[in-house]
């Protein structure tokens, strides 16, 4: 079946450095990725689509400067957090979509768990 | 706007009893409706979708328009379906998923 893979799993920072995460789908090519944000015990909220070969569209109250996503090709779709800060610590997901499978479920990553210091 | 609610947090049942998670949503349109489930961890992972139709791991659900609302039903709960639920929601297609709160199912023996 699809697999979108996530890497990193889980990472630590300090605070004011950036982080980048990686969301890449292993056997289907995905035109448009989703990025996901997780507070603990809640529900996922939408941050933004990334969109290949072009901008990212971004959900409001989402902070395009700070969380900065790259769609450089089908198969992988990166999410920089910018100067990061302790309150950007969360659990972050990305999802893809077949594009050659028309109106498919959305696939998920693993995850990764943020924590900045 | 689009949303999709789940009202209960937690459920708690017993092996072998049914189960019901509940599921409204909001949406002008026709929408797409997903239950995805995500064992403790692991990935979140697709249930079943409205449009399949289909039974999976004996779990069914229904979309009832009139209601709009899709509840997630089992006759017998086992214990390996303790996980969180997450109802979930696509407007047009190719759009993103809104996800309601999740539902953490807790079966016991």
């Known amino acids: 079946g699809a697999v979108v893979s996530q890497?990193?799993?889980?990472?630590?920072?300090?605070s004011g450095t950036s982080v980048k995460i990686e969301c890449r789908s292993l056997d289907f090519q995905a035109t448009t990725m989703f990025w996901y944000r997780q507070f603990p015990k809640q529900s996922l909220m939408l941050m933004?689509?990334?969109?290949?070969g072009s901008k990212a569209t971004y959900e409001q109250g989402v902070e395009k400067d700070k969380f900065l996503i790259n769609h450089?090709?089908?198969?992988?779709?990166?999410?920089?957090?910018t100067s990061a800060h302790p309150?950007?610590?969360?659990?972050?997901i990305c999802s893809a979509r077949d594009m050659v499978s028309g109106n498919s479920p959305l696939h998920f990553g693993n995850g990764t768990r943020l924590t900045v210091t | 706007a689009q949303r999709v609610t789940q009202p209960e947090k937690l459920l708690s049942v017993f092996k072998g009893a049914p189960v019901e998670l509940k599921c409204n949503y909001s949406y002008s349109g026709s929408p797409e409706l997903f239950w995805y489930v995500q064992y403790s961890r692991q990935r979140l992972q697709l249930l079943l979708r409205h449009i399949s139709r289909e039974s999976i791991k004996g779990f069914t659900a229904d979309l009832n328009k009139g209601e709009t609302s899709f509840h997630l039903k089992k006759p017998f709960a086992q214990e390996e379906d303790s996980a969180m639920y997450y109802c979930a929601l696509r407007g047009q297609a190719g759009t993103a998923l809104i996800f309601g709160k999740g539902t953490t199912l807790s079966v016991s023996s």
């Open chain 1, 7 to 14: 890497h990193p799993s889980w990472v630590i920072c300090k």
């Open chain 1, 48 to 52: 933004a689509t990334s969109n290949e």
């Open chain 1, 72 to 81: 450089a090709s089908l198969t992988l779709s990166t999410l920089t957090v």
């Open chain 1, 87 to 92: 309150e950007d610590s969360s659990f972050y």
